[in-house]
């Protein structure tokens, strides 16, 4: 399947696949989670955890780490297979909210530059605050179905009367929004920004019908806590 993708500018150090300069940004905590489907990334969280998306539930689901290039390789590529996927108990295709699950692999993840964990949001963030979003995207050489080009811009998070108040955050209980810089309309646009992270921890995980627009609606991380560490704290 050939992919294509419409990207508004959002800011100057975000770089579509139109761009003259791709450069690949630190992010190496984003895992992708390669399936013969929709394209969906996930946050590693522990050396053998990964958090991601309910809706990223897939048939033949591998986890890809590391260096996402196929035509360059660097050493630090890992594709680890998942022993166990945990959703969410309340999750709902019908009624999306909840839109967690927990993915734990078949052997630890070897940490390299490009494979390092991130740290849970410990409180709720500031409405205001500048936060990271984190993604993937495709780039210029890359014509195949998967995303090989990490990408991070910033955005500030909404208060939550505001984020009611839109089409994407009304319909979401336990929600982050954020205000992209410009207007963000794209097919699969929550891959290039399908996490959030503030003050290097992190805060949302994107849900599973991102509608464009200048919204980016989420997850809230920090409401799910008790239920990550309850599953993934060693026995």
């Known amino acids: 399947m050939h992919f294509v993708f419409y990207l508004g500018v959002l800011t100057g150090t975000f770089y579509s696949v139109h761009s003259l300069t791709q450069i690949e940004d630190e992010a190496p905590y984003l895992v992708y989670l ?3 489907f929709n394209p969906c990334v996930g946050v590693l969280i522990k050396s ?17 780490l590391g260096n996402f290039k196929v035509r360059v390789r660097d050493g630090t590529e890992q594709i680890i297979s998942p022993i166990q996927i945990i959703r969410y108990w309340n999750f709902s295709h019908s009624n999306p909210q909840d839109d967690l699950m927990l ?3 078949s ?10 964990p991130i740290p849970l949001a410990t409180s709720d963030v500031r409405p205001g605050t500048m936060c990271l979003l984190s993604g993937l995207d ?23 009367k505001d984020c009611q108040k839109t089409e994407q955050g009304k319909m979401h209980r336990n929600s982050l929004c954020v205000k992209f810089v410009k207007v963000f309309s794209r097919i699969f646009g929550e891959v ?3 996490t959030v992270i503030c003050k290097n921890k992190l805060q949302g995980i994107e849900v599973g019908h991102f509608m464009g627009g200048d919204v980016g609606i ?7 806590i008790h239920w990550i560490e309850d599953i993934t704290k060693e026995k």
Not at 48 to 64: D, E, Q, R
Not at 138 to 160: C, F, I, K, Y
Not at 218 to 224: G, Q, R, S
């Open 103 to 105: 993915i734990k692999l």
């Open 192 to 194: 290039a920004v399908a």
């Open 34 to 36: 390669r399936s013969h």
């Open 138 to 160: 495709w780039s210029q050489s890359n014509n195949g179905r998967h995303p090989d080009l990490r990408q991070n811009l910033e955005a500030p998070v909404m208060t939550d």
């Open 218 to 224: 989420y997850t809230n991380v920090y409401k799910y």
């Open 48 to 64: 053998n955890w990964v958090l991601a998306p309910s809706h990223c539930y897939l048939p033949n689901l591998k986890v890809m």
């Open 107 to 116: 052997k630890p993840a070897e940490f390299n530059p490009k494979v390092q």
